[in-house]
């Protein structure tokens, strides 16, 4: 383990915040349209192990940094803020549940957005103390919406397989290294506390379900969607959080997900700041 990850919560917030402070762009790099081809140029060439090696590092490597530079064919542009979540005190659940003060989200597109759709999804990094950090990923669909308002939606790690053919494709990417790519595991949410040490007698969770705050409402014709992020102001309600123990079952309020910053537009944040993609294997 690393010397980083031997660090505090709180130094390590400290420590990625600032550079993520320090890279903000001046000017909104531009989508290119592009950014997903180098991806679907190796899955036409049938080379498995790249497309394994490839994916392995998304769903295997515990670190909050990329480990070399790649192209970030999906998401490549976003925004991060710092968060904490506020648990309602009214549940059983464990591990960050119980509350957390150190944490990162990245809000940004899947591709680019084209003129009658977007595809919103929410990277989420808690860091604990001592331990390597926890992260999970949220979408409201893998097809996107047509309304360019990206918090219309409530977000949550189970989504339908896409009837699109490129969104297919990539799916059949994750399924190299997932049983089931339309799926995100969060149960290890609630295996650890914020302290770094593990719950002997952790309640779970299969299905998380976030909620946007009600003051979260924004343009739905085309736009830029990250100017919108770095409107919302520090101190936001950004999301209510409910979990299901199955997958069909109900909705438990576990709280809420609260900015402690304004969102920030970085290069650090775009290209090397990692949030791994937590595989689901369960049978």
């Given at each position: 383990m690393s010397i980083y990850e031997k660090k505090t919560a709180s130094k390590k917030e400290e420590h990625l915040w600032d550079q993520i402070k320090n890279t903000e762009y001046k000017e909104l790099p531009e989508w290119t349209g592009f950014e997903i081809i180098p991806l679907l140029a190796r899955m036409v060439i049938p080379i498995k192990s790249i497309i394994r090696r490839y994916?392995?590092?998304?769903?295997?490597?515990?670190?909050?940094?990329?480990?070399?530079?790649?192209?970030?064919?999906?998401?490549?542009?976003?925004?991060?803020?710092k968060i904490k979540f506020i648990s309602n005190d009214n549940h059983s659940f464990t591990g960050i549940f119980t509350g957390i003060d150190h944490g990162l989200v990245r809000l940004s597109l899947a591709k680019k957005p084209d003129e009658n759709n977007i595809v919103p999804g929410a990277a989420f990094?808690?860091?604990?103390?001592?331990?390597?950090?926890?992260?999970?990923?949220?979408?409201?669909?893998?097809?996107?919406?047509?309304?360019f308002n990206f918090f219309e939606h409530s977000f949550s790690n189970i989504v339908e397989l896409p009837q699109n053919r490129v969104l297919q494709m990539l799916a059949k990417a994750f399924s190299t290294v997932s049983k089931d790519p339309t799926k995100v595991d969060v149960s290890n949410l609630f295996k650890i506390m914020p302290n770094g040490t593990k719950v002997m007698m952790p309640k779970t969770a299969l299905k998380l379900n976030l909620v946007p705050g009600k003051q979260l409402s924004f343009n739905e014709k085309a736009h830029e969607t990250r100017d919108d992020f770095r409107d919302i102001p520090a101190e936001s309600i950004l999301y209510e959080v409910y979990a299901c123990e199955l997958e069909t079952s109900d909705e438990i309020l576990l709280g809420k997900?609260?900015?402690?910053?304004?969102?920030?537009?970085?290069?650090?944040?775009?290209?090397?700041?990692?949030?791994r993609h937590q595989r689901f294997d369960l049978n």
């Open positions: 994916m392995k590092v998304t769903v295997e490597l515990e670190s909050d940094y990329f480990p070399e530079k790649r192209d970030k064919v999906i998401h490549t542009y976003g925004a991060v803020c990094k808690f860091l604990l103390d001592n331990v390597p950090s926890i992260n999970f990923m949220v979408m409201a669909s893998l097809e996107g919406q047509s309304s997900i609260v900015t402690k910053d304004k969102f920030i537009c970085s290069e650090f944040g775009d290209a090397n700041l990692f949030f």
